[in-house]
Each structure stands twice: as structure tokens, then as C-alpha cells.
């Protein structure tokens, strides 16, 4: 735990998306290659092997810089900020 990141740190519980989609790419008609769940409010977006990259967009726009996989079988956490990985 000690190589954990404060905001890695602070996650208590891990969010879980509300629907399997880039929330974003849904709403463009855009497509999508993994997804990600936003840790501070909730979101799905896509990763950054997607070609619009809603998650780190995310990330930096809102300061909200942790997100959970949301592929099935993933359990990792990463930080944008300290780029810093965790298995949960």
C-alpha cells in the first residue's frame, strides 16, 4: 500500500458502470475499445486505445483522476495524476 497514491488511497468502495458503453460515445455515435469507470462520479467512458479517449478527457477536464476498469474479469484502479496502477 505504500506505493498507493493518496487518490488511489481515498477510493473506499469501487464504482461500477451503469451500463456497459462509453456514455460519451453513445451520445456522438462514436465507438469504443475498453471502458472505464469514473471514481468520483460515476461515469463510463472509453479508454485510450478508443480514438476519442473520453476517460483521460475526463480525467483532466474534471479533476477527477481515478477510474476503475469496467471490462468484465478486470479489477484495477489508476490514477491519471501519479500515473499509478492497483489491483482491488
Known sequence: MADLCGDILQIVEV???RAPVC??????GETWVHLRTCQACG??????????RHASEHA???????IAS???GERWLFCY??????EY
Do not use: G, I, Q, W
Not at 461515469?43 to 476519442?52: A, E, G
Not at 483532466?60 to 481515478?66: D, F, M, N
Open 15 to 17: 464504482k461500477s458502470p
Open 23 to 28: 456514455e460519451a460515445c453513445v451520445e456522438t
Open 43 to 52: 461515469v463510463t467512458l472509453c479508454c485510450d486505445s478508443s480514438p476519442n
Open 60 to 66: 483532466r477536464t474534471s479533476r477527477h483522476p481515478v
Open 70 to 72: 469496467a471490462e468484465p
Open 81 to 86: 495524476l501519479d500515473e499509478v496502477f492497483a
